[in-house]
């Protein structure tokens, strides 16, 4: 393969800026060419393609977001689209493509596959909720951020002797409640993964006062209800002065931390190394700090991201 296309899509993530570097690079050390899609499955179908040099990935490693911006477009679910995306990549003598998002993403990259075209997903999303990788781009920028926040919360929360709820990002995954909750020494974390109960939330709150301590923080994952809905909820069982913050969009931007620009590299690599050999319809991920490559079918169908437990299970026991 000699020419391959890059694009972002879906919700950005620091670190894609770093992938898409690493893609360039490596595909013009290999003797490829590579060209930029602006605005994901968007700009595909739309053409908005143009070839990318070196020296435009210049400069571009240490900050957050996609320099070729991303978008939600819908249309291409529907063949129509797939296809006029086809015609638009076979214009331009495009090969192969490399696709960076999450697991919506990864359906236009399958779908491309289905139809012939050789296209290999990236995983980027600060969720770190996609099938075929412990970790996804982005996940260890958006929980450092959290965690500053954490940390920053637990200053005025001992002032005040109060509980903090601290509502997370992650959609159906709890993966950043999860490690910014171990992180931070929060009291207690809540996840969707695994059921909670009110009254015991409630009950070691008091535990804790009635050991003399001055704040309580709860990290709650969004997918398990929004923190001003656990406020009230909480409420009902005591007076615990909870104050709630909603880290929102701050969790999603920033520049990348080093092991998400050294993670988006190794991916980006990789996935230049297969297309090279012409192989796609893979996606690319890390177990056990290896850099591994699934079929992105199977993945989707039968892959399903599962956040670690025993890791849930520390947390248990060191937070209280
Ligand atoms: P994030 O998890 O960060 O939001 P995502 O990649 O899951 O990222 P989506 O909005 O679900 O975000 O998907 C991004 C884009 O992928 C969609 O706007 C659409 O262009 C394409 N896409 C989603 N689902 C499909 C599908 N079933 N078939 C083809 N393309 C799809």
Redesign the pocket.
């Known amino acids: 393969m000699k020419r391959i296309g890059i694009l972002t899509?879906?919700?950005d993530?620091p670190g894609m800026n770093a992938a898409i570097r690493a893609v360039v690079r490596k595909a013009i050390f290999e003797g490829m060419e590579v060209y930029g899609i602006n605005y994901?499955?968007?700009g595909l179908v739309a053409g908005d393609i143009r070839k990318l040099s070196v020296s435009d990935v210049g400069d571009k490693i240490q900050r957050g977001g996609t320099f070729l911006y991303s978008?939600?477009?819908?249309?291409?679910?529907s063949e129509e689209g797939?296809l006029k995306g086809i015609e638009q990549l076979k214009k331009f003598g495009i090969e192969g493509l490399v696709v960076v998002?999450?697991?919506?993403?990864?359906?236009?990259a399958?779908?491309l596959t289905k139809h012939g075209f050789p296209a290999i997903g990236l995983p980027?999303?600060i969720?770190n909720?996609i099938p075929g990788t412990d970790f996804t781009i982005g996940f260890d920028t958006s929980i450092n951020t959290v965690l500053e926040s954490i940390d920053r919360i637990r200053d005025t929360a001992t002032s005040h002797e109060r509980t903090f709820i601290i509502e997370v990002m992650g959609?159906g995954a709890g993966d950043i409640a999860l490690w910014s909750g171990i992180a931070g020494g929060a009291e207690q974390v809540i996840i969707p993964e695994v059921d909670f109960n009110m009254e015991e939330v409630a009950a070691k709150i008091q535990e804790g006062r009635d050991r003399g301590k001055k704040h309580s923080l709860i990290v709650v994952a969004e997918g398990v209800m929004s923190g001003n809905e656990f406020a009230d909820e909480l409420a009902k069982y005591g007076d615990f002065h909870a104050r709630v913050t909603v880290l929102g969009h701050v969790q999603r931007g920033g520049s990348p931390t080093a092991k998400d620009r050294v993670l988006a590299s190794r991916f980006g690599v990789r996935a230049v190394e297969l297309l090279k050999e012409g192989k796609g319809g893979l996606c690319i991920g890390i177990r056990d700090n290896k850099i591994i490559a699934s079929d992105i079918v199977d993945t989707l169908e039968n892959g399903k991201h599962r956040i670690d437990l025993d890791l849930y299970d520390l947390s248990k026991q060191i937070s209280f």
């Open positions: 899509s879906g919700g993530a994901g499955y968007a978008a939600r477009y819908p249309e291409f679910g797939q998002g999450g697991d919506g993403s990864y359906m236009g399958r779908a980027g999303t969720d909720d959609r």
